[in-house]
């Protein structure tokens, strides 16, 4: 089926553990996006990819890896997960066109503790 | 630096009522403006796009406007149906970004029967 699918689903690490969230999307869109919603915070940018191998930082970067090989994946990857890193966290791609919309997956819910 | 604010946070109503939602932006300076639809434990669904040079958006019983002089966008949602209760955000992408939309924190909307 098309669309994002994001793993796992549901993830519980330790502090100090290296985990990697999964997303892949079958749409073949140029852009892909990371995002983790907090209460109080709402939704904030951590990193995004306009292309393989293209990669920028978003407003809250620190603490967290990105890398995109291949375009339909965009895995991002805590080297050292702290407690502030009890999120969850949403994977979005969208089209090069930016007047199209952004599509999310359904998200994984990370606690660390 | 742009932000996005939605008044009210929560919001109650009966089933059948017309009602409106209200996002406001700092920099009139945007591309677009998207309003998404999030349920309990999922993603977020984007529900209405509007370009900047566009003033209104319409898909069945959901009009969203755009003002962009005033920072002011409004999702109008007539009839109210119990279906209709999730959390609502807008987000604005600003006119000099390639692709990092700004979120509000979102309308928490609840329809009883």
């Known amino acids: 089926d098309a669309g994002i699918t994001q793993s796992p689903r549901y993830k519980i690490t330790e502090t100090g553990r290296q985990v990697t969230l999964m997303c892949h999307q079958t749409w073949s869109h140029s852009y892909m996006f990371w995002y983790r919603q907090d209460l109080g915070h709402g939704l904030r940018l951590i990193y995004y990819?306009?292309?393989?191998?293209?990669?920028d930082k978003g407003e809250v970067p620190d603490g967290y890896v990105v890398s995109r090989s291949k375009t339909e994946n965009f895995p991002l990857t805590l080297e050292s997960a702290t407690r502030s890193q009890t999120s969850v966290y949403f994977c979005?791609?969208?089209?090069?066109?930016?007047?199209?919309?952004?599509?999310f997956g359904n998200g994984t819910r990370l606690t660390v503790t | 630096k742009q932000e996005v604010t939605q008044i009210p946070a929560a919001l109650s109503v009966p089933e059948g009522e017309n009602l409106v939602l209200n996002c406001s932006f700092t920099d009139s300076a945007i591309y677009n403006l998207q309003w998404f639809r999030q349920d309990p434990g999922k993603g977020l669904t984007s529900l209405l796009l509007?370009?900047?040079?566009?003033r209104e958006q319409t898909s069945g019983r959901l009009n969203a406007s755009l003002d962009k002089s005033s920072g002011r966008s409004t999702l109008y949602i007539a009839a109210s149906q119990p279906g209709d209760s999730a959390t609502y955000l807008c987000a604005v992408l600003d006119g000099g970004s390639q692709g990092n939309l700004i979120f509000g924190k979102g309308t928490k909307l609840s329809v009883k029967p």
């Open positions: 990819s306009a292309a393989a191998d293209i990669t």
């Open positions: 509007i370009q900047s040079s566009q």
């Open positions: 979005a791609s969208r089209d090069r066109d930016r007047g199209q919309p952004l599509h």
